[in-house]
């Protein structure tokens, strides 16, 4: 079947700017994840859903940040006033549900956000 | 809070060989999970292997087994007979067996030569 796919690919924006990055998670999986991924370094948790509603988000990292999912299934992460330190591979992530590591959290291929 | 870290920024193993990778993690958890991710240039993060706390036995999968010591807080990965296509970044992960999110170390790069 088909595995979480994200949009875009790469998105290049100016600083200020506002961008969306959109995730489809796999058909049926209730639990999705964002993380971010700067250069060189590990993933980092952003934010975690249940279904629609958002049941921790402690890893944003600011008020510019801010994701939905308003009905379940597909997801948007969305940043206002881009700053260049906000660039690097935004990952998603969805799991049948959220229940520990008892689920395998599947990736999608992540984007690459560049802010010039 | 839990950290996880990966002392070893890369590693180069000849193909054929084995080459084991270092992971140690810091919890005051006793019921959690411990997960080897790869991450090929695509970017897609996969999972190799999965260890849970509460079980003593080392888990496998073909190729890939790990090495658990839950009172040191150590789990390294162990790859034997190393393919191309194993060449990649190598992560371990945490997370909580009550939790939702996983805490990622900083990475092994792994490169398999011909």
């Known amino acids: 079947g088909a595995g979480v796919s994200q949009t875009p690919s790469n998105k290049v924006t100016e600083k200020g700017k506002y961008v969306e990055l959109r995730c489809d998670p796999i058909?049926?999986?209730?639990?999705l994840y964002w993380y971010r991924q700067s250069l060189g370094q590990g993933p980092e948790f952003l934010i975690y859903?249940?279904?629609?509603?958002?049941?921790?988000d402690s890893g944003l990292p600011n008020d510019r940040f801010f994701a939905v999912r308003p009905e379940g299934s597909v997801s948007t992460l969305k940043i206002q006033r881009t700053e260049r330190g906000d660039s690097a591979v935004y990952l998603c992530a969805s799991s049948l549900t959220a229940s520990g590591g008892l689920y395998e959290q599947y990736f999608g291929p992540g984007t690459r956000l560049t802010v010039t | 809070a839990q950290t996880v870290t990966q002392s070893q920024p890369e590693m180069s193993v000849q193909e054929a060989e084995t080459v084991t990778l270092s992971c140690t993690y810091d919890t005051s958890e006793n019921n959690y999970y411990l997960f080897w991710y790869k991450q090929p240039p695509s970017r897609q993060m996969i999972l190799v292997i999965r260890?849970?706390?509460?079980?003593?036995q080392n888990a496998t999968e073909n190729r890939f087994s790990v090495n658990f010591q839950k009172a040191a807080k150590s789990f390294s990965l162990k790859i034997s007979d190393s393919q191309l296509g194993d060449t990649a970044m190598y992560f371990c992960a945490f997370i909580k067996a009550a939790g939702n999110k996983l805490t990622f170390g900083g990475g092994t790069r792994v490169l398999v030569k011909p």
């Open positions: 260890q849970e706390a509460y079980k003593q």
């Open positions: 058909s049926g999986h209730t639990a």
């Open positions: 859903f249940q279904g629609t509603g958002a049941a921790d």
